[in-house]
């Protein structure tokens, strides 16, 4: 079974619900104290940011970088993401992030609520990309939801990937991939891959940076 039908419903929920997106960041105190984690990572020079969104992380990481390159598939959340965003270290790009491939390479790629919505059977190929996307000496820096997250979520079984169920105001229903990635789990899957990697939990989130394989001699 594939999982593009799933990814095509993913985006149309982002897109249709872009006005609902913030709440999240009104209503917990926990998503709002994680924004602060910003200051204590390696994030420093060109600063790719993958799935924006409204950029509630584009300003914090505009006020560390030289310059941010946001990407995201949605055209209604990036022009939240502009009109929250008044800085010209910022440039903000519409692409579908599993096509998409940037011209030029960053000293850090940074996604945040991003990783949980790439397909298991993508996830090489995603940190494919992710590390042809970095200057040498470069980083990834991620945060992301965990395991004990699932519990707020209406998981949905059957599906061509890890999905649940999300609602919007007005009753329409999507299905979005979601995979709630264990920390050491993650650790251990990335590391078979090549990378060297930190990941440390940080209340029901946890926060990752990665370094990506060398080259081969």
């Excluded at 229903?173 to 264990?182: A, E, N, S, T």
């Amino acid at each position: 079974m594939s999982d593009d039908a799933l990814l095509a419903e993913q985006l149309a929920y982002y897109r249709a619900g872009a006005g609902q997106y913030d709440r999240p960041y009104v209503e917990r105190a926990e998503l709002r104290e994680l924004l602060g984690v910003v200051g204590e990572l390696p994030v420093t020079g060109d600063v790719l940011e993958l799935a924006c969104g409204t950029g509630q992380w584009t300003s914090a990481l505009a006020a560390r970088a030289d310059s941010v390159t946001a990407v995201d598939a949605a055209d209604e959340v990036l022009a939240l993401a502009r009109a929250r965003t008044a800085s010209d270290r910022v440039r903000f790009v519409r692409a579908d992030i599993f096509e998409w491939r940037p011209a030029r390479r960053y000293d850090i790629v940074f996604f945040a609520f991003w990783l949980s919505h790439v397909p298991p059977a993508r996830l090489p190929g995603f940190w494919d990309t992710v590390a042809a996307a970095l200057v040498p000496g470069g980083r990834a820096v991620f945060v992301d939801d965990g395991p004990d997250v699932a519990a707020e979520e209406e998981v949905l079984a059957d599906q061509a990937a890890p999905a649940a169920l999300r609602r919007l105001d007005d009753g329409r229903r999507y299905r979005v991939v979601k995979v709630f990635h264990d920390p050491r789990t993650l650790t251990d899957d990335l590391t078979a891959l090549g990378w060297s990697v930190h990941v440390r939990s940080v209340g029901g989130h946890f926060v990752g940076v990665a370094e990506p394989p060398g080259p081969v001699v």
